[in-house]
């Protein structure tokens, strides 16, 4: 059974950083591709970022470019989420997902399995 467990989330002032864990079990993980979703009150989830585990290549949503880095590490089975300079348009519900296609693809459906979702508060 693959589980998916976000962590780190909290509330944080603006221009303030966190990081995001996303700790995984069940899954080959260094042949599939991990992706980061958050979905603020109201709105519609949105993709973040995706990374492809084997070989590391990453995409990032325009809005976190140059803000945000994710990461994997193999051994523990996990995929981080680096946020910085957070702004108060970042506040949402984090989700991570996990694809058993191997590449990173910013889009939901591509996703087969989700965490529950670690909650992001920026304070202006």
């Known amino acids: 059974e693959v589980q998916l467990v976000e962590s780190g989330g909290g509330l944080v002032q603006e221009g303030g950083s966190l990081r995001l864990s996303c700790a995984t079990s069940?899954?080959?993980?260094?042949?599939?591709?991990i992706g980061w979703f958050r979905q603020a009150s109201g709105k519609e989830r949105e993709a973040v970022s995706c990374?492809?585990?084997?070989?590391?290549?990453?995409g990032y949503a325009d809005s976190v470019k140059g803000r945000f880095t994710i990461s994997g590490d193999n051994a523990k089975k996990t995929v981080y989420l680096q946020m910085d300079s957070l702004k108060t348009e970042d506040t949402a519900v984090y989700y991570c997902a996990a694809s058993r296609n191997p590449f990173c693809v910013l889009h939901e459906p591509y996703y087969d399995a989700w965490g529950q979702g670690t909650r992001v508060t920026v304070s202006s």
């Open positions: 990374i492809d585990i084997h070989d590391g290549r990453a």
């Open positions: 069940g899954l080959s993980f260094d042949t599939d591709a």
